[in-house]
Structures are given as C-alpha cells and as structure tokens.
C-alpha cells in the first residue's frame, strides 16, 4: 500500500518539497507519494486528526504552523522542543513524533564547506524563526561565539536567554556590527531581506568584510542575493540557501525512510526548478 506523506502550511502553493521527495521516492524505489496541504491556522488540529485517520507516514511543517504542531503531538524531540518549533512529523507506530531539521541541516550544510566551526567567531543577521534554529543548534554543536544583531534588540536577547546550550554572544546594533564585520569569520543572513521579489534590499555593509570570511544567506530565491554579491566581489566564499533546504530535506526523508538519499540529485532537481545552474 502507498505511503502518504505531506507539507503543511499557508501558502503552500510555492513549496518546491513535493518535487524533491516524489522525485527521492521514485529515485530509490519507494512506493509513496508526498503531497502539498494548504491548512488555515484555525484548521490546524482538524488537519492532524485527519492524519492520524489517514495513518499517515509522516509530514513537514511550515509557515505558519511551526510553534502550533507541537502541542497537538505526541511526542517532540528535545533539541525541537528547545528550540521550540517541529518542521518534520514521524509516525512512529501511531504516534506523532516532531523534530527540527532547519537547524541541523544548516549546520550540516555548513560543516559541507568549512572544518572547525567550534573556533569560528560568527555573526548572526535577524532573530526570528530560522535563526532561532540555527543559533539553538550551533551553541549545541559547540560553536563558541555568535554575536547576533537584529532591529528588534529585546528579541535577539530573548533567543540568547532562552537557549539551553552555551555560546558567548553579544547582541549589537547594525552600526556596530558594520564597524568590527572585519572580526568575524562567518555572517550568516536569517532575515527575509534581499528575497525576491525585493531582491535590491542592502542587508547590512560589507565595507569592513574580510577576505577569509564565509557569507551565507539562508535564501535561495534569488540563488545570489545582494549580500552574497557583494561578498563574492570582496573575494569571500559564499553559501546560499539551496544547501540548508536540501539539507533539512534530506534528514526529514531519512527520519521517514531510513534511506539517507542522493544530496546531489536532490540540489540539481531544486536548481532546475529554480533555472539555475546543474552541479
């Protein structure tokens, strides 16, 4: 019998995640099929009681539905629940289990092009979601120090407080951030600034940039934003954010199917939807 598995949220109609997993499902000869749901906030519970009807597989969550799953599972995993939002659902044996694979396959994209995080001092752009995530599960992996700068300075604060695992950081101001970048080893670009349609929108200088530096941004709409431009052309390398999707993706497959699946398939299928270039 097929298996069904889902993305849910609101919208959904732009979610490139149905084409990466029936494509993953079909590669590794899997009979399943993975479907996109639109659900309203106030739906949200109906969807899941439907789920569990359906006896389904397993699911993503996006916008806006992170933070609202958790309580209608059965169980989260602790790195989730600190970090306080489920992006990928498990049905293990009828019941519902949420993880968080934003952050790990951040840090797993990451690790794909630089050694030695633990030492690297990192300066993190924006406070929301994404970023919540992402800092959660680098100070778990061990990274030292990340400094953060968001415009909404009590929201930086609130993130670094409410982290369970350790790392040194400073929230500062964007000026100040601008001033001392030359001090940083890695930025990384959280905020919706910079993506399409708004893709002129100045993130931060890069006046102060050093040439060592490794700039990720963590949209991949359009596949080089202003920032990472810009980085490129101050001799930096740079990580957009087909990796962190592709990555997250492929640790949701694997949790599903026990299949860790082709990371380079996954990247070209993204690409060609977005008609960008093969790898």
């Known amino acids: 019998m097929k298996k069904l598995y889902a993305v849910i949220g609101n919208p959904i109609a732009h979610s490139m995640s149905p084409l990466m997993h029936n494509d993953l499902f079909q590669h590794h000869g899997i009979d399943a099929h993975y479907h996109a749901f639109a659900?309203?906030?106030?739906?949200?519970?109906?969807?899941?009681?439907?789920?569990?009807?359906?006896?389904?597989?397993?699911?993503?969550?996006?916008?806006?539905?992170?933070?609202?799953?958790?309580?209608?599972?059965?169980?989260?995993?602790?790195?989730?629940?600190?970090?306080?939002?489920?992006?990928?659902?498990?049905?293990?044996?009828?019941?519902?289990?949420?993880?968080?694979?934003?952050?790990?396959?951040?840090?797993?994209?990451?690790?794909?092009?630089?050694?030695?995080?633990?030492?690297?001092?990192?300066?993190?752009?924006?406070?929301?979601?994404?970023?919540?995530?992402?800092?959660?599960?680098?100070?778990?992996?061990?990274?030292?120090?990340?400094?953060?700068?968001?415009?909404?300075?009590?929201?930086?604060?609130?993130?670094?407080?409410?982290?369970?695992?350790?790392?040194?950081?400073?929230?500062?101001s964007l000026n100040e951030a601008e001033e001392q970048l030359a001090a940083y080893d890695i930025i990384i670009q959280t905020t919706s600034l910079g993506m399409s349609p708004n893709s002129e929108c100045k993130v931060l200088s890069l006046h102060n940039l050093k040439e060592s530096a490794f700039v990720s941004d963590i949209i991949y709409n359009p596949l080089e934003t202003e920032l990472l431009r810009q980085a490129k052309n101050k001799g930096a390398k740079t990580q957009n954010g087909i990796q962190m999707f592709v990555q997250q993706g492929a640790l949701a497959f694997e949790k599903w199917t026990n299949v860790m699946p082709d990371i380079k398939r996954m990247t070209n299928r993204v690409l060609q939807q977005l008609g960008g270039t093969i790898c």
């Open 39 to 172: 659900i309203k906030e106030e739906d949200l519970a109906d969807a899941v009681k439907g789920f569990r009807a359906m006896n389904i597989s397993g699911f993503n969550v996006t916008v806006p539905h992170k933070v609202a799953i958790i309580s209608l599972l059965d169980g989260v995993d602790p790195l989730a629940r600190s970090i306080g939002a489920v992006n990928t659902v498990v049905n293990e044996n009828g019941r519902l289990i949420g993880y968080n694979t934003d952050g790990s396959g951040y840090v797993k994209a990451l690790k794909s092009e630089l050694q030695g995080l633990n030492e690297k001092k990192v300066l993190m752009i924006g406070a929301g979601g994404a970023a919540r995530a992402i800092y959660f599960t680098l100070a778990f992996e061990g990274v030292a120090h990340i400094d953060l700068t968001n415009r909404t300075p009590i929201k930086a604060e609130r993130l670094v407080e409410e982290c369970p695992y350790h790392a040194k950081s400073n929230i500062i």
